[in-house]
């Protein structure tokens, strides 16, 4: 049996939004025992020229969302990025979720082939160019599960107590 674009996609989407959700609770949990504020936890970096953590999970969603979207051949929904309460970013995660969920495997099964382009700063020309598979193997699954497991890491470094089956779920 083979494996469809649909299940390579919206159920691992899913799923890593909900761990993310997950190890952000487990964070939150260290931090209110800390006294540390959501504005605090969420500004947290792992060293000072990289994102903090509200914009790893801003930009895991986006992957998500964006990915599903663009293998769906219709425009993406765009999300704000303006969280600043933890209670915001899991609105954020939860709304991503939904919005993949709402697609049906009709809509991506067969994109393997379809061209995929949107803007990209990092492109000389100013945006990027896939086939289906290539855009969701090569680019959004690196980049969904490189921004969770920075977040991750984030939280970890933050003094949570995690762990791999905390990052991994539940089967």
């Not at 020229?49 to 969302?65: E, R, S, T, Y």
């Not at 980049?143 to 995690?162: D, S, V």
Request: proline share 5%; with cysteine.
């Amino acid at each position: 049996m083979s494996l469809s674009m649909y299940q390579a996609s919206v159920p691992v989407f899913v799923r890593a939004l909900a761990n993310l959700r997950h190890v952000l609770q487990q964070g939150e949990a260290h931090a209110k025992a800390k006294n540390v504020s959501d504005a605090t936890l969420l500004q947290t970096r792992l060293i000072p020229d990289m994102l903090p953590l509200v914009k790893q999970v801003q930009i895991a969603c986006d992957m998500a969302a964006r990915g599903c979207a663009r293998l769906a051949g219709v425009e993406p929904k765009s999300f704000e990025d303006n969280e600043a309460t933890l209670a915001q970013v899991y609105a954020r995660i939860d709304a991503a979720a939904a919005y993949v969920q709402g697609f049906q495997p009709a809509q991506i099964d067969g994109s393997e082939a379809r061209s995929v382009v949107f803007p990209s700063r990092n492109s000389p020309s100013g945006e990027q160019r896939f086939e289906g598979q290539a855009y969701l193997f090569d680019y959004v699954l690196p980049n969904l599960f490189f921004h969770c497991t920075t977040a991750y890491a984030i939280l970890r470094e933050a003094g949570a107590e995690l762990g791999k089956a905390d990052f991994l779920g539940k089967f």
